[in-house]
């Protein structure tokens, strides 16, 4: 028992350790977590996804839609509508040949295929025929591949020489004679839509399979580089367009590989024009549409299907089931807008975070723990609004995630040592309470200048008196603390407090109040409430 109170003594003592040395000390532990967290462990994500997806479905502006950019729909009413005379999907593909041709001499500026024409017909071989030689005559459709991931390269036989047209940079010259990259994909089985213009058409959601970022190339192991279908749309459009995608700024995972750039959501799911494919059959074959079918001249095509019977929906951070078409006609908008979110670094968000951490304990130091009460709950808040204003004005978003955290955990872990602090300077050892303690002890009570009262940085700065120059003494009195954003009710009583111990300290403390004492006429007290203790001398400040 003797060694349990024991512990428990030297525990509650560690209270006494000076506040600079332990402030210092966490600026110390919280700049090693960081480190550690961004070099080795990386357990912190940064982005907050929950918090990000919120801050994306509430922006205050977000870029309009490009009007140049309309969705031809394999929607329900489609399916229904050309089942009659099709059956269901896929349906033969002389279907989508007509569709293509008739688009096509309208001269828009893009095709863009949300298919994968990754396996014949065989119930149907003159429906491949006939779009293998509507691919032939299209000048600005682009088709899509499915890459399938890296770790099966070494399994495949494809190269650049199968799907020319989907590199766009080649190998590093250090792999000149050696065995090129080799990729692992699922490619369009028709001749010349193979021959055509490919992009890979991956969406790579996050761990909770949300879709925020979106990979407009990947480099290969041996330097050479494929280009996603936005990038084959935006390189025909403008070399602009297509070098500014080239040097998109990789933004690299805990395993080091790209995860893509942020999208530059629009404001709502369904932002962009939508013709159902059936009007468009039906006006090339020459029939009449039940709706108005507008011209494609200037256009940039996007054909795919917003139909949940299909099964290419996904959550991305605006809903939870967005059509791929919608999230493909986004990304092709935002490549050829040179719409980009870039990220700030982690060495970024950790460096901001070391920074704040310290600023805190220089301002800890000079105002006290106290001070900065509003500042747990107003500077967090203040960051993430930062982040937020960033994602709606600023090409770049500031994840201050990090920083917001950090801060917080800093400013909690102060608040808690300084409660742990006060409740060792305002309560009175054990051993000055036992009823056969001969300690004599003596009061100083004291009253602030200008009735400021001695709650939270009045109380820290008596107890770093205390600590400096008086450590065997103690502060007595009313419990007038109060945290941020509560008020005193007793503010007159706040303005007076007590402090109790050795005489000699306590004449050495008063040398260095900040203003000047009188000694009073000598009292003694043989039974003082409570304490029973002697008290053999009272020492008080002057009234100002």
């Not at 003797?2 to 700049?31: E, Y």
């Not at 896929?90 to 295929?113: G, K, N, Y």
């Not at 367009?241 to 959501?265: C, E, R, Y």
């Not at 917003?306 to 099964?311: D, E, I, K």
């Amino acid at each position: 028992m003797k060694q349990v109170i024991t512990r428990l003594k030297a525990f509650k003592n560690l209270a006494a350790l000076p506040i600079s040395a332990v402030t210092w000390v966490l600026v110390i532990v919280f700049s090693v977590w960081i480190i550690l967290d961004l070099t080795y462990l990386k357990v912190s994500s940064g982005l907050s996804q929950t918090t990000y997806d919120a801050m994306v479905k509430n922006r205050l502006y977000a870029a309009p839609p490009d009007p140049r950019l309309v969705i031809v729909d394999i929607d329900e009413s489609s399916l229904a509508r050309m089942s009659k005379e099709f059956g269901r999907w896929p349906w033969p593909r002389d279907t989508l040949a007509s569709v293509q041709d008739f688009i096509e001499r309208e001269q828009p500026l893009a095709i863009v295929w949300d298919i994968a024409f990754a396996d014949p017909d065989r119930l149907s071989p003159g429906g491949d025929a006939a779009f293998n030689e509507s691919a032939s005559r299209s000048k600005h459709s682009h088709y899509s591949v499915i890459r399938l991931p890296a770790t099966n390269d070494d399994k495949s036989q494809l190269s650049r020489e199968n799907l020319p047209t989907l590199w766009v940079k080649e190998a590093n010259p250090e792999y000149a004679g050696k065995p090129l990259s080799k990729l692992a994909a699922i490619v369009p089985v028709l001749p010349n839509v193979a021959a055509g213009k490919l992009g890979f058409n991956n969406g790579y959601p996050d761990s909770d399979g949300v879709l925020r970022r979106y990979r407009y190339s990947e480099t290969l192991v041996d330097g050479s580089v494929i280009q996603s279908t936005p990038m084959s749309v935006a390189g025909d459009l403008s070399k602009t367009l297509f070098a500014a995608l080239m040097n998109v700024p990789q933004n690299l995972d805990k395993h080091g590989v790209d995860s893509g750039t942020l999208i530059a959501w629009r404001k709502s799911a369904d932002a962009y024009t939508k013709i159902s494919f059936a009007d468009v059959f039906d006006k090339s074959e020459g029939g009449k549409p039940k709706a108005a079918v507008p011209s494609f001249t200037g256009k940039i095509v996007v054909v795919g299907s917003t139909a949940p019977s299909l099964h290419d929906i996904h959550p991305t951070p605006l809903v939870s089931f967005q059509a791929g078409v919608e999230s493909l006609a986004t990304v092709t908008d935002n490549a050829i807008n040179h719409r980009f979110i870039l990220e700030v670094p982690r060495w970024l968000q950790a460096l901001i975070a070391l920074a704040l951490c310290v600023t805190l304990a220089f301002l800890v130091r000079r105002f006290g723990i106290a001070s900065l009460d509003g500042a747990l709950v107003i500077l967090p808040g203040a960051l993430l609004g930062i982040s937020y204003l960033s994602l709606n004005f600023l090409p770049v978003f500031l994840d201050l995630q990090l920083a917001a955290s950090a801060v917080l955990l800093f400013l909690a872990a102060l608040r808690a040592w300084n409660n742990f602090r006060r409740n060792y300077w305002c309560d009175l050892p054990a051993d000055w309470l036992e009823p056969t303690s001969t300690t004599v002890l003596h009061l100083m009570p004291i009253q602030s200048l200008n009735h400021e009262p001695f709650a939270d940085t009045g109380l820290d700065h008596l107890m770093d008196l205390l600590e400096s120059h008086a450590p065997h003494c103690r502060v007595v009195g009313g419990d007038a603390t109060s945290a941020w954003p509560a008020k005193l009710r007793w503010t007159e009583l706040a303005c007076h407090a007590t402090l109790i111990g050795p005489l000699e300290q306590l004449m050495h403390l008063a040398q260095h109040m900040p203003n000047t004492l009188a000694t009073s006429p000598c009292i003694e007290l043989t039974e003082p409430p409570l304490t029973k203790v002697k008290i053999a001398q009272t020492i008080f400040r002057s009234p100002p």
